[in-house]
């Protein structure tokens, strides 16, 4: 059973930035699709942005395209959620998940693995 563990949610003023990280608890990181998704209470969950096995490849929903970046650092067993210039439409609680048959997949189903979530406030 992968583990993963979010961090670097909080509360931020509109126009601020936060970096979220996740650490999955395996030595095989690299074998990993990672992806980040966001739900909102009585939402469904919806797809940030993912991120192939190796970095080649991101993909992004187009409400934060241009806002946050995905990256990974293969040395630190994290992929990384930069979240620039925020508003409080981006206050939710953010998901990262971990799967072995996706590149940089926005469907949720390809994801085999989901962190606890972490909460984003952005406030006005």
């Known amino acids: 059973q992968v583990q993963l563990v979010e961090s670097g949610g909080g509360l931020v003023q509109a126009g601020g930035s936060l970096r979220l990280s996740c650490a999955p608890s395996?030595?095989?990181?690299?074998?990993?699709?990672m992806g980040w998704f966001r739900q909102a209470p009585g939402k469904d969950r919806e797809f940030v942005a993912g991120?192939?096995?190796?970095?080649?490849?991101?993909s992004y929903a187009d409400a934060v395209k241009g806002r946050f970046t995905i990256s990974r650092n293969h040395a630190k067993n994290t992929v990384y959620l930069q979240m620039n210039r925020l508003k409080p439409e981006h206050t939710t609680v953010y998901y990262c998940?971990?799967?072995?048959?996706?590149?940089?997949?926005?469907?949720?189903?390809?994801?085999?693995?989901w962190g606890q979530g972490t909460q984003v406030t952005v406030s006005s």
């Open positions: 991120i192939s096995w190796n970095g080649g490849s991101t």
């Open positions: 998940a971990a799967g072995t048959s996706s590149g940089s997949s926005c469907l949720s189903y390809s994801y085999d693995f």
């Open positions: 395996v030595r095989t990181f690299s074998m990993y699709a």
